[in-house]
């Protein structure tokens, strides 16, 4: 059960006047002073790189030059601390009126620099000039970083009681910092002791970020939380476990021989690398950039950085099988032949190897069901047999009105009644196919039995000469889409009219075990009569007989997604009429606004957005919305089918 907090789920009001001026002028001043320390400590970096100190034997040893040493060593804190600074004054720059994001900005620059090391410590007891600085920046940021971490990422303590530990932190940190010598600093404490407490603090960290998801967080938090707490997890393990316990545990890791040399480089590399999925964790979590759109990303490098190291290996074993074959066949066999040979097997191999696992990730990690990257087949321009003039029964084409991947319309009329009609024909390319003619006659015999204003009335359907076509009423208002488009966002009272006359027409076909699994403006077609817009619903083409045992799916066909539902990206197959009704909440919001409520650069992105982002508030894009009419709309863009309004007409009710 959520908590009901405010203070869990509100923004940080913008700073104005003075407090703006203040805030920002102290930003500028510490995040001046961590610039001008840092580059103050680089050249003492590089001095003891250079000597070596207690693997100067070592260096010699494996002939590693000092210069290439300290170029190496002193290389991986300045692009930890580049990194940092880019992100803390990047999120400043994108919202410089903001305290918590200058809170973060100082805690993330001081991060880079300033964390504890024996570096910094080192630096800071040879630098007289610059020692209370250093030390002054290290409690900072433990002053700021720590707190950060709890109560990221909206600046409020959740539980309340965490306020006190984290104080009492924040006072011994400062304190520390201006009095590193004192007895209670924690630059005085066993090295142990320096281990285990911030391993604590940061463990519970996680634990209390790992409460507040579970009880105060809204979806978009949680998706924001999760990048930083990634970063945290990934820095903790490989940044700090992994460099400073082994060192407690095996005594000679922290003396002067090789292998102390090698863990040490080794250790400093990964642990740089780690680190730095902090910046990029809160660069995400901070900007809220296309989140979603990280997901898609992130499953991406999963299935190439899996699928590379997987073919990596099994490059070099076929080469090394492919070798030895052509050795033992052909004496003296060219090893660049066995190279080649096998670079065309796997290069052959990488292709349908990425599909089955992008298939797999996909499945697995996010409940994507359905081949996104399928697409329907297509109907190249001119494929089509019917022209000006053809009759098909007792109609004759006169003109084209649309063509799409999976049908052709056209503008008919009957040869006797002289009634104009819309006549809808499935493209030869397709018409040789089962699966096809099949879908096309079971959409004929689905629109026949459906009688209602609101849906469009068959008249006719058959086969002429190898083309099977149905007769439909004509519509002269075009559609729901170009009538957006000439338009823009609708009027209230227009938009509540539209979504009545939709809803009815889905609750009749539900109450007659039809799911259409496809509402969008260009299947709601527009009919005017005297000034008002009468909706009709059309293209039942994948629409899913309930309780049927028909299943025709080898096309892959479930819908748009700029408007699917959650439940059909997990399983096309198996659902119910509050498909239908999300779907219609995708079109209102979009009649409302103008834009709709998911839109990402990939279709991989936009699934992702559908099963997990919620819904922005209408109100946000457009002030003159009513409060009932926002709720209503994102109540039934619920994912969870059963959180929705369970009927359309219970939905268009709540609008009006």
């Known amino acids: ?50 000597n070596g100190g207690l693997y100067a034997g070592s260096l010699a040893q494996l002939g590693i030059s000092p210069n290439v040493y300290a170029a190496g060593v002193v290389a991986l804190p300045i692009i930890q601390f580049a990194a940092c600074c880019a992100v803390g004054i990047l999120i400043v720059w994108r919202k410089s009126d903001d305290w918590w994001v200058m809170f973060v900005s100082v805690a993330l620059i001081t991060f880079g620099g300033f964390s504890v090391s024996g570096d910094v410590l080192a630096a800071a007891n040879r630098m007289a000039v610059f020692r209370p600085l ?71 960290s996680v634990a209390i970020q790992g409460y507040r998801q579970r009880h105060y967080y809204n979806a978009s938090q949680k998706q924001q939380t999760k990048w930083m707490l990634m970063g945290l997890l990934i820095s903790l393990v490989g940044g700090y476990v992994l460099f400073r316990w082994p060192p407690l545990m095996f005594p000679g890791l922290a003396g002067g021989g090789v292998s102390a040399l090698i863990f040490q480089l080794v250790s400093r590399v990964f642990g740089t690398l780690a680190l730095l999925t902090v910046p990029v964790g809160i660069a995400f979590s901070i900007l809220r950039y296309r989140l979603w759109d990280v997901d898609f990303l992130i499953n991406r490098s ?41 670079g065309v097997i796997f290069g052959l191999l990488f292709m349908p190897a990425r599909r089955r696992l992008q298939r797999f990730i996909d499945q697995r990690l996010y409940g994507i069901k359905i081949d996104y990257n399928k697409t329907p087949v297509p109907n190249p321009a001119g494929s089509g047999i019917v022209t000006v003039g053809t009759r098909l029964g007792a109609y004759e084409i006169s003109g084209p009105l649309g063509k799409g991947g999976m049908a052709e319309v056209y503008k008919g009329q009957h040869t006797t009644l002289g009634r104009e009609v819309a006549i809808k024909t499935l493209p030869a390319n397709l018409a040789t196919e089962s699966d096809f003619r099949k879908r096309f006659e079971r959409e004929a015999r689905t629109i ?43 009027k209230i009272d227009e938009t509540r009219q539209l979504v009545a006359g939709i809803g009815g027409a889905l609750d009749y076909a539900h109450q007659q075990g039809v799911v259409h699994r496809d509402i969008k403006p260009s299947n709601v077609m527009l009919q005017r009569n005297n000034g008002d817009l009468r909706p009709v619903l059309t293209d039942f083409g994948i629409a899913r007989i309930m309780g049927g045992t028909t299943r025709i799916t080898r096309t892959g066909m479930v819908g748009t997604f700029d408007y699917i539902a959650p439940e059909q990206i997990r399983d096309a197959t198996d659902v119910d009429g509050r498909a239908d009704v999300y779907s219609l909440a995708v079109m209102a ?68």
């Open 1 to 50: 059960m959520t908590v009901s907090d405010p203070s869990a789920t509100s923004t940080q009001p913008a700073l104005a006047g003075a407090r703006l001026i203040l805030a920002r002028a102290a930003w500028l001043l510490i995040v001046a002073l961590a610039m001008v320390t840092f580059a103050a400590m680089v050249p003492t970096f590089v001095e003891l790189a250079r």
């Open 134 to 204: 250093i030390f002054l920046l290290i409690g900072i940021w433990n002053a700021t970083f720590v707190p950060f971490l709890y109560i990221f990422p909206n600046g409020k303590f959740a539980p309340q009681w965490t306020r006190w530990p984290i104080l009492v932190w924040v006072v011994w940190s400062l304190a520390s910092g201006v009095l590193p010598d004192a007895p209670f600093s924690q630059f005085q404490q066993s090295a142990v002791a320096i281990f285990i407490v911030p391993l604590i603090i940061y463990g519970g």
């Open 302 to 342: 999963i299935v190439y950085g899996a699928l590379t190291a997987g073919l990596v290996v099994l490059f070099v074993a076929g080469f090394g099988v492919v070798q030895a074959l052509f050795t033992h066949l052909h004496e003296g066999m060219n090893a660049g032949i066995a190279l080649a040979v096998s």
């Open 448 to 490: 026949a039995a459906l009688k209602h204003p609101n849906i469009v009335e068959l008249f006719d359907s058959g086969e002429t000469d190898g083309t099977y076509y149905m007769v439909m009423e004509y519509f002269k208002g075009g559609d729901l889409s170009d009538y957006m488009k000439d338009t823009g966002p609708l």
């Open 589 to 656: 919001f979009q009649l409302l606004t103008g834009r709709l409520p998911f839109m990402a650069s990939n279709p991989g992105a936009l699934l992702i957005a559908h099963l997990n982002q919620p819904a922005p508030n209408p109100r946000d894009l457009r002030a003159d919305i009513p409060e009932e009419v926002a709720e209503a709309t994102l109540r039934a863009l619920e994912k969870d089918p059963a959180r929705r309004f369970q009927t359309a007409g219970d939905f268009s009710a709540a609008l009006a």
